[in-house]
């Protein structure tokens, strides 16, 4: 206990310890209210078709607007938001928005569609389907248009329900994406049991490409392995044109990154398309 260090640790405790736990009540009483008070915000990252250049869908990736501390990426606090169960209401949000926003295309003439991120949590959730079937209703999106990304390491550690869920999910219309692809240790022969669509390649193997041409055939061999299995392929985290011009010559349908857009608001999306 801090006592039993004399006075001088006390203080020192009191001090220094005191200063972390305000500050983390205070993130996490913020974050509690972010949702009522609409300092969510999402942004959009395009997904192009690699043959075509055309853009096919568009990634949600939610942005807190903090009040005193800017804007703040997702790794800040989605951390925080799954310890204090939080999760559950911001994923339903980003479901709800992320599906209205496509419908909003998709009426403009723009079919785009939208991807979005599933927590661990969301996807433990036995009333997720009901949610999404919810999400596609209020919005009028048809089901196709939405893409639900789980991610590697959420899959690998679901257990015995991931198949069900999946099934679930799939049942409703909506695409499966493997997000994070290669950087979980997946069971490769499990993945033919299961519904999915696609395989997203984890940027870290586009970042390293270039300094380890190893990092090269690992992405080569995911592409194959996807198209055997007839899923679609896509890389994240494109910076450049070397990088796009291996993709293409490996046959991946689609990338995203900063080679072709950084994540934009809603409106500036807008703005990109033909
Ligand atoms: P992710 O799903 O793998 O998303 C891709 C991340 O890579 C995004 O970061 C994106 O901005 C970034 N990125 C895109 N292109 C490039 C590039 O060319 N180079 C580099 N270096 N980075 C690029 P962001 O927006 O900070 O999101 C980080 C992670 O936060 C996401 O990774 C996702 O796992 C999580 N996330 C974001 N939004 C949500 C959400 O609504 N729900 C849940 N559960 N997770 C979310
Ligand atoms: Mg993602
Ligand atoms: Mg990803
Ligand atoms: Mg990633």
Known sequence: HAKEGGRNSFQFFNAEMNAQIVER???ENGLRQALGRGEFILEYQPEIDVASGAM???EALIRWQHPQLGLLRPERFIGVAEECGLMLPIGDWVLRRACAQARLWHDAGHPLVVAVNLSAAQFMQKSLPASVADALRQSGLAAPL???EITEAVLMRGGANVADMLAALRRLG???TIDD????YSRLGQLRNYPIDKLKIDQSFLGAMRADPGEAAVVTTIIAMAKGLQLLVIAEG???AEQLAF???????QYQGFYASAAVLATELGKLLP
């Open 247 to 253: 993709l293409r010559a490996q046959g991946c349908d």
């Open 174 to 176: 909506v695409k499966l």
């Open 56 to 58: 096919v869908g568009a």
């Open 146 to 148: 939405l893409e639900l």
């Open 181 to 184: 692809f290669g950087t979980g």
């Open 238 to 240: 494109v910076e450049t």
């Open 25 to 27: 009540v205070g993130f």
